[in-house]
């Protein structure tokens, strides 16, 4: 699979952890020149690692400009970085509600909006968001989180509408529990960790929580550069749960 991915300029948001750094590893696998825009830095060399905070506009303006300028273009656009929140919908207050559409609908559209005039030139462009599979399967304790996932597949279909004419196809990737430090830390806090992680696995069918790298290589089918007739779509990496319809806390 090396070389799949050579020549092509890949911006990973929230690459620095979980999720969005399997997906920054993975393309290094395949050869891409690959950027993260996170609030922190992995240290990793190899990357051009862009510190931004994805609710500030002009923030991802300068790191894509900065991208562009250091790296040349734009090809793939990878959103991956969001929020968690543990409730249902009575918790929270209006500004944790309005927290997490910011970061993880509105980082999103800030990012999209940046990358575009960079993605046009492409000659082989694509998008890919990272949702969940809250967004099609009722999780208890998961209200506000669900909503903002929900959001986010909904508008990659109208996005992807928009831009398939352009030759830019958009898609999404729902993966179920995975095994990030998030998750960790959220099993770490409870009364019983070992147990709590155990509730993790079951969640899905396969008894095992999802891996960051399996959700990387979804993403990375997605944005392959020979891939242009997925439109819209949405892969489901979450160990049976939506064609199962298994939801648990």
Not at 85 to 98: A, K, R
Not at 116 to 128: E, G, I, K, N, Y
Request: charged letters at 20%; aromatic letters at 4%; proline letters at 4%.
């Amino acid at each position: 699979m090396a070389g799949v991915q050579r020549g092509r300029v890949v911006v990973v948001t929230g690459g620095a952890s979980g999720i969005g750094r399997a997906c920054v590893e993975h393309f290094l696998e395949l050869d891409a020149t690959v950027a993260s825009i996170d609030l922190r830095t992995a240290g990793d060399s190899a990357v051009l690692e862009c510190e931004a905070d994805l609710t500030d506009q002009a923030q991802v303006d300068a790191a894509l400009q900065r991208i562009v300028a250091e790296l040349g273009g734009v090809d793939v656009l990878v959103n991956n970085a969001g929020v968690s929140y543990v409730g249902g919908i009575e918790d929270g207050s209006e500004d944790d509600w309005f927290r997490l559409w910011n970061v993880n609908l509105m980082g999103y559209v800030r990012a999209i909006r940046a990358a575009l005039p960079h993605l046009r030139r492409s000659a082989a462009p694509s998008v890919v968001n990272v949702s969940s599979t809250t967004a099609t399967s009722g999780f208890r304790q998961r209200a506000l989180y669900s909503a903002t996932k929900g959001a986010i597949e909904a508008m990659t279909r109208s996005v992807a509408a928009d831009l398939v004419a352009e030759g830019i196809p958009v898609n999404a990737v729902n993966p179920g529990t995975v095994d990030t430090p998030f998750m960790a830390e959220l099993a770490a806090q409870a009364e019983d960790p070992v147990a709590r992680r155990a509730d993790f696995d079951a969640r899905q069918p396969t008894g095992r929580m999802v891996s960051p790298r399996e959700v990387a290589l979804a993403v990375a089918y997605a944005a392959h550069p020979e891939n242009r007739s997925m439109i819209g779509a949405t892969l489901m990496v979450d160990g049976g749960i939506f064609p199962l319809h298994i939801t648990r806390a």
